[in-house]
């Protein structure tokens, strides 16, 4: 809102949970207990998994991804090599991690801001990724962990797999036809799709 309105803002998307958090910790009546309540398992995970990511970009492990998308793609063959890596990749490494290093990788073959259709491709498919395996997505690990922990209770990995993999199938396909559909026919949603 201030920055629609021209108004001073926060333009480091970092620091603004930063300060909501830090408000939050001043303005509680018992800060002890709001600190003693923070899943600091959990952040740390996020934490150590985000370092590992950048190590695993720097190493150059991930350089057979070369040979799955060495060049710029386009159309409907862009759509479909996207949603093949990020479902395979995401079930390796997760989707988040996935799609950091899946940018930069993207961003060294070409990928620009213009590219609009591609960037929501990869946002969607690598969202549906998490829905195939509890590691396809670190809220899965997490859900699964909070389950087991506080309702003694769990999922298999299979079980989810039986649900998680029609799910999958059923998104992908859909967003394949949309992203086929309205970028290339209709084009009804100009530079949106």
Same mark, same amino acid.
């Given at each position: 809102m201030f920055e629609l309105s021209g108004?001073?803002? /926060? +333009?480091r998307r970092g620091f603004i949970p930063f300060i909501i958090a @830090?408000?939050?910790? @001043? %303005?509680?009546?018992?800060?002890?207990k709001l600190i003693s309540n923070v899943d600091w398992g959990t952040i740390i995970f996020f934490i150590a998994m985000f370092i590992t990511t950048e190590g695993i970009w720097r190493s150059g492990v991930l350089t057979p991804l070369e040979f799955i998308m060495n060049s710029k793609q386009e159309g409907a063959m862009a759509y479909l090599v996207i949603a093949m890596i990020s479902v395979a990749m995401s079930q390796l490494i997760s989707n988040v991690p996935f799609t950091k290093l899946f940018i930069m990788h993207m961003q060294n073959l070409g990928y620009t801001g213009?590219?609009?259709?591609?960037? $929501?491709?990869? !946002?969607? %498919?690598?969202t549906v990724a998490g829905n195939l395996t509890i590691l396809g997505a670190a809220s899965n690990i997490i859900i699964i962990e909070a389950l087991e922990s506080r309702m003694n209770a769990t999922i298999s990995f299979f079980e989810f797999l039986r649900v998680g993999l029609l799910i +999958?199938? /059923?998104?992908? @396909? !859909?967003y394949l036809a949309f992203f086929v559909i309205f970028s290339? %026919? $209709?084009?009804?949603?100009?530079?949106y799709v």
């Open positions: 108004l001073p803002h /926060v +333009t @830090a408000g939050t910790y @001043a %303005f509680s009546r018992n800060p002890r213009a590219d609009v259709n591609v960037w $929501l491709a990869l !946002a969607a %498919f690598s +999958t199938l /059923v998104n992908v @396909a !859909a290339q %026919f $209709l084009g009804i949603l100009g530079p």
